[in-house]
């Protein structure tokens, strides 16, 4: 082979070795620009699905306290609704109990409750104005001459007139089922028969009980009931009348 055979065959080696060292170089290049872009890739989608963890980790968290606050605003809901039919429930029960009538009517004294003189059913009192022994049909309550008389709770005047014993007398037939007659009165009374009074109402002026004159002034209250005259204590004061 001569010189110019050995040249031209050097030549296409040299030329294909640095064919090949150029694409291994290009092909290097191409896989190293790859591998980077691969890896960010990777990384931000590695970043992301952190922070969709992370923001569903968080939705979790506010869903879960919102869950509780409304179950506990729910909750609340539920007690003031309780507390509400309770209210009303026992707001209904005042006012049925509000609306019953009292057992017992209103009933006041005539005058003041200083007695002078008790009432003697069988046993006799010394009168000292008629100088004898007498049994006090009624109940001696102290008053000053002039004072106002109230009418000890509800009736309706029947009768006024003027008794020797006893002086000006208003029987007043109450509510409750008795007779009172209050004696001693001045002339001029403030109710006239058939007048329809209320507890304590002023009926008129105390003057004086002519059997009873020398006794200290004072209003004689006599009450009957079922025909027979009663201790009016058993009406004005009831605890005294349990004892």
């Known amino acids: 082979m001569n010189k110019k055979g050995k040249s031209f065959y050097l030549t296409c080696g040299i030329f294909l070795l640095t064919v090949v060292a150029i694409g291994w170089s290009v092909y290097c290049n191409v896989s190293d620009s790859k591998h980077p872009f691969s890896e960010s890739k990777s990384n931000n989608i590695k970043a992301v699905n952190d922070e969709k963890k992370s923001d569903s980790q968080e939705f979790e968290c506010i869903a879960d306290e919102d869950f509780k606050d409304f179950h506990k605003k729910d909750k609340k809901k539920n007690s003031s609704s309780k507390n509400l039919n309770s209210e009303n429930f026992s707001d209904k029960n005042v006012k049925q109990v509000s609306t019953q009538k009292?057992?017992?009517?209103?009933?006041?004294?005539?005058t003041n409750d200083t007695v002078t003189k008790e009432f003697s059913n069988d046993n006799l009192i010394y009168s000292k104005t008629l100088s004898d022994w007498?049994?006090?049909?009624?109940?001696d309550f102290k008053a000053q001459e002039g004072s106002m008389i109230k009418s000890i709770t509800d009736g309706k005047v029947i009768d006024i007139y003027d008794d020797p014993l006893y002086g000006m007398t208003l029987a007043i037939e109450h509510d409750l089922g008795f007779t009172a007659y209050y004696c001693g009165l001045g002339e001029t009374t403030l109710v006239n028969k058939d007048d329809v009074v209320k507890p304590g109402q002023d009926i008129g002026s105390l003057k004086n009980v002519p059997s009873e004159v020398l006794d200290d002034s004072h209003l004689h209250l006599m009450i009957k009931k079922d025909n027979k005259f009663i201790d009016p204590l058993i009406i004005l004061d009831k605890d005294k009348s349990e004892e």
């Open 134 to 139: 007498r049994i006090h049909e009624g109940t």
């Open 102 to 110: 009292p057992d017992t009517p209103l009933i006041v004294y005539p």
